[in-house]
T-cell receptor, first 113, second 110 residues
């Protein structure tokens, strides 16, 4: 039973480019969460999605960041026009729904040059 | 979600039991106590959770006081691979975000 998968594991972008981070939840899980961890800081919630719906995006920056979880395929966290301050580890978690145990992926480490 | 308080760091000798305390004096009746850990450069790992009763699984034991105002995570035979930041979280059982605090940085000493 594969766990939560994230790709790429490492992503390097230049300022102004777009970053796309993918998350495939565990089999049978329909709830996805994205968290960000800035260097030497704690994990911060960004967004919570169910299939085709954004449930809570209270942690998302107002500009340049968007997330989706389509009916088919992985969840995508998209960062447009990246800046150096976007450099961080981005973690995705999934849950089956109806309970709160979230299982995390290995993360994508984004570096903005 | 109730606030939790944990020591900033702890040391434990390899092979000994590691006991990590957590205070959650404002926890409400429907909030569970969850423990996660984050080994360096990895994603957080779920360890255990409980509501009122003590819980045990293959990774750890969770002891919750009768008044539910505090709890202890016990790693029975700590190994070097248990070196990590351990997070105690009080959360109701619903689909929602996890609010991570600063956690306890546990060092297992050889």
């Amino acid at each position: 039973n594969a766990g939560v998968m994230q790709n790429p594991r490492h992503l390097v972008r230049r300022r102004g480019q777009e970053a796309r981070l993918r998350c495939s939840p565990m089999k049978g899980h329909s709830h996805v969460y994205w968290y960000r961890q800035l260097p030497e800081e704690g994990l911060k919630f960004m967004v919570y999605l169910q299939k085709e719906n954004i449930i809570d995006e209270s942690g998302m920056p107002k500009e340049r960041f968007s997330a989706e979880f389509p009916k088919e395929g992985p969840s995508i966290l998209r960062i447009q026009q990246v800046v150096r301050g976007d450099s961080a580890a981005y973690f995705c978690a999934s849950s089956p729904g109806g309970e709160d145990t979230q299982y995390f992926g290995p993360g994508t480490r984004l570096t903005v040059l | 979600d109730a606030k939790t308080t944990q020591p900033t760091s702890m040391d434990c000798a390899e092979g000994r039991a590691a006991n990590l305390p957590c205070n959650h004096s404002t926890i409400s009746g429907n909030e569970y106590v969850y423990w996660y850990r984050q080994i360096h450069s990895q994603g957080p790992q779920y360890i255990i959770h409980g509501l009122k009763n003590n819980e045990t699984n293959e990774m750890a034991s969770l002891i919750i006081t009768e008044d539910r105002k505090s709890s202890t995570l016990i790693l029975p035979h700590a190994t070097l691979r248990d070196t990590a930041v351990y997070y105690c979280i009080a959360d109701s059982n619903r689909d929602d975000k996890i609010i991570f605090g600063k956690g306890t940085r546990l060092h297992i000493l050889p």
